[in-house]
């Protein structure tokens, strides 16, 4: 535990983020946490891989980690609110600024670090815990919260619940749920009930609300998304789209989109897409959005970001996928040598040298690079991401990133310590 302490700038991530405003006035309680103690807990979240509840269980009984986040509670003493690590992580995720965080962090970590002209990049899916969507239990999903804020907004004007035929739709919608061989067919027939019991749901609570506005700012946004997903389901299921853009799959986390991989296993994956620059085995966050795009064109802003970091960029690793003529021709104006495989006749005298190299770094890429991604998302919290929001959701593939590599980055640290003792 120590060892990571040391191995994180927490002073110069702490000023990259506002305090917060209870600390600011002095009013109320003092809190249990600064903002450095707020960025320890999202480290020990991913490092330890427990629940909020557990971590601040351990927290109120360890105290090396009460240390590593900046207390120290007396032995009668214990933090009863469970919910602090949530707190801190949508209030970082509000205000975090990738860029400049990752900036202090390679500004901290370069003096350890050896191979800094020689960077790696790949793009990788950090995948967000829903159920597998399809069109059929979308459109129910949509159903049933409509249904009940029509209940809710009844209930609140004292009117009698509405005669509408929900339980019958809803035992269409379980019957075909429990078939075990779903046709087409099938499908369609029930999508056309469903999306015919949607209209007539969004129909009638737009009725009530021209009357009475019962909707609460949340729930008039869900509802707006609830339409956006009908008007994309009705669109394709009669044929007046061929492809549906920014398509909804999840109504409780709209802003995820379908990223095709085209992996044997799973060809489709749900979540934020990531282009990773990897410098020294070290990961940084290139490009990070959850709409789905060409890691291709993302090189040259790869080679850019490691410049930026570390002043320089001789050789550079990627997939094939980045091998385009443009990318070929940046590389070569700019003496960068890559790993493709060349285009056209070669001089006979560095044939050789030039194979063992690009052989070495597809090597160090397929290895390390991509073994980095594995490594993240078994123990460090990014195999399946249960955040709430967008907000949430980036500030918690930010840190779990970044747990890994100040792990990494903790030995070489401890390492070069105690050869300076030594000297």
Known sequence: MGKIYLAIPFDELAATLPRPAHSKSGLGRKPWFDVKGGIALQFLKHYLQLSDELLMQRINTDWSMQLFCGILLRPDEKISDMNLPGWWRSYIGRHLNIDEMQKQFAAYW??????????????????????????????????????????????????????????????????????????????????????????????????????????????TSKMSHIIKVYEQQHGKLYGQVQEIKNRIVSLSKPYIRPIVRGKETKTVEFGAKVNILQVDGINFIEHLSYDAFNEGTRMQS??????????????????????????????????????????????????????????????????????????????????????????????????????????????????????????
């Open 110 to 219: 370069k003096p350890f670090m050896y191979e800094i002209n020689v960077g790696m990049q790949d793009a990788t899916c950090y995948e967000s815990r829903i159920s597998f969507p399809t069109d059929v239990k979308l459109i129910w999903n949509c159903c049933h919260q409509t249904y009940l804020m029509i209940q809710q907004s009844r209930k609140l004007l004292k009117l009698r619940k509405s005669r509408m035929n929900y339980l019958r739709q809803k035992q269409i919608f379980q019957s075909y749920q429990k078939t075990k061989k779903k046709t087409r067919r099938a499908e369609k027939k029930v999508r056309k009930k469903l999306l015919k019991f949607l209209l007539n749901l969004i129909e009638h609570l737009n009725r009530l609300q021209q009357k009475h506005q019962t909707l609460s700012q949340k729930q």
């Open 302 to 423: 790869g080679i850019y970001l490691q410049r930026k970091l570390f002043g320089k960029c001789s050789h550079h690793s990627a997939d094939q996928i980045y091998a385009t003529n443009a990318n070929r021709k940046y590389c070569k104006q700019n003496n960068i040598v890559t790993n493709f495989t060349p285009k056209g006749k070669q001089k006979i005298q560095h044939i050789e040298q030039a194979a063992t190299l690009r052989k070495t770094l597809n090597i160090a890429r397929g290895t390390i690079l991509e073994g980095s991604f594995g490594n993240e998302k078994e123990n460090y919290f990014l195999k399946k991401i249960p955040a709430r929001n967008q907000t949430t959701e980036t500030c918690w593939i930010f840190f779990g990133i970044f747990t890994s590599n100040a792990v990494r980055m903790a030995d070489r640290i401890a390492a070069a310590q105690l050869h300076a003792r030594a000297a």
